[in-house]
């Protein structure tokens, strides 16, 4: 079946330092992704809708400029943490819709730690 | 906005026992409703859906669900746990029409005792 792949799985980084994390449709074409954010013990939260070849839309409350949100192919998103501070810690999830529109598939999660 | 409620965080079952895991949510509209799980280490992968039609869905692995529009719950359940279905538990909601974002519960954690 059709699968997303997300990488890295996990990444730590120093405050004030950049992370990208890419999210890779690997046997379908995705126009649009979604990104999520999870929290200990709370729920997957949409951060952003990423769309091929416009601007991302953001979800209220997410920092557009502090989130980076790319998506130069039908196969690649990806996912900047700029000037990453402690807060920014958590789990990062990916999606893109199947090719019928019914379901999403999901990238395995990327874990930030910021230290 | 939708929003979905899982009722139980941690669950820890032994192996043979039943499962029933609550979902609710709350959208006065039509919706699709999804039962996630997430293996330690793995993707989010599809349990079940309900779209349309006959409110009990069954999945993969033996675990069904039913949707009971008067409670706005999606209860998943299964017989007889195993070891294997150790894992996180997610309850989802899109709204009908057409996939858009998904909206989740906070997930459930099942620990299955050998």
């Known amino acids: 079946g059709a699968v997303v792949s997300q990488h890295p799985s996990w990444v730590i980084c120093k405050s004030g330092t950049s992370v990208k994390i890419e999210c890779r449709s690997l046997d379908f074409q995705a126009t649009t992704m979604f990104w999520y954010r999870q929290f200990p013990k709370q729920s997957l939260m949409l951060m952003a809708t990423?769309?091929?070849?416009?601007?991302?839309?953001?979800e209220q409350g997410v920092e557009k400029d502090k989130f980076l949100i790319n998506h130069a192919s039908l196969t690649l998103s990806t996912l900047t943490v700029t000037s990453a501070h402690p807060e920014d810690s958590s789990f990062y999830i990916c999606?893109?819709?199947?090719?019928?529109?019914?379901?999403?598939?999901f990238g395995q999660g990327t874990r930030l730690t910021v230290v | 906005a939708q929003s979905v409620s899982q009722h139980n965080h941690h669950v820890i079952l032994s192996e043979a026992a039943s499962l029933e895991l609550g979902c609710n949510y709350s959208y006065g509209g039509t919706v699709n409703l999804f039962w996630y799980v997430q293996y330690p280490g793995q993707h989010l992968q599809l349990l079940l859906k309900?779209?349309?039609?006959?409110?009990l869905v069954k999945g993969i692995k033996g675990f069904e669900a039913e949707f009971i529009k008067s409670k706005f719950s999606f209860n998943l359940r299964k017989p007889s746990v195993q070891w294997s279905d150790t894992a996180e538990y997610f309850c989802a909601v899109t709204l009908s029409g057409g996939y858009q974002k998904v909206t989740f519960g906070t997930g459930t954690k099942l620990q299955v005792i050998p």
């Open positions: 309900y779209f349309s039609g006959d409110p």
């Open positions: 990423s769309n091929e070849g416009s601007k991302a839309t953001y």
């Open positions: 999606s893109a819709p199947s090719p019928t529109n019914t379901e999403a598939f």
